[in-house]
């Protein structure tokens, strides 16, 4: 895109250059404080110049005022970032505080039935043992 422009720059400068050469002869120019008599060739040159620099002072602005909004933005992007991260981290801990509130629910019921195993077989085995007992008698 940086050709396109210079080769566009360079048409118009040479456009400008022809119609200058075209008209050499001398002109009256009245300012707010006078007169004066210029060759229209400098007019020209000296218009299309003044032109230019107004163009890349406009352009300087934008340029400045484009900086400023992108690091604007770089800032805005590395403080959502870090809140991204934050949340991140936030969301591992809220999942693993989650989990371990769902497993304990499931080890004491798995403690108590454990537990109601263990009370059932005591109660089964008893008999059995009452009658290795008679049996030995």
């Known amino acids: 895109m940086g050709s396109f422009y210079l080769i566009l720059g ?3 400068s040479l456009i400008i250059a022809i119609v200058a050469l075209a008209n050499t002869e001398s002109v009256t120019v009245s300012y707010i404080f006078g007169r004066a008599e210029v060759s229209l060739i400098l007019l020209i040159l000296g218009s ?3 032109g230019v ?3 890349g002072l406009f352009s300087l ?3 400045i005022r484009s900086a400023f909004v992108f690091r604007d933005m770089r800032q805005k992007q590395e ?3 870090k809140q991204v991260k934050a ?4 969301k591992i801990f809220l999942e693993a505080e989650l989990n371990k509130a769902v ?5 004491a019921e798995e403690a108590d039935e454990e537990k109601q195993e263990a009370e059932v077989q005591p109660a089964e085995s008893a008999p059995a043992d009452e009658e290795v007992e008679e049996e030995s008698s």
Do not use: D, T, W
Request: charge should be negative; avoid cysteine; proline fraction near 4%.
């Open 10 to 12: 360079l048409v118009f």
């Open 48 to 50: 299309a110049f003044i």
């Open 53 to 55: 620099l107004v163009m």
């Open 61 to 63: 602005f934008r340029s």
């Open 79 to 81: 403080a959502l970032q």
């Open 87 to 90: 949340l991140e981290e936030e």
């Open 103 to 107: 497993s304990v629910p499931e080890e």
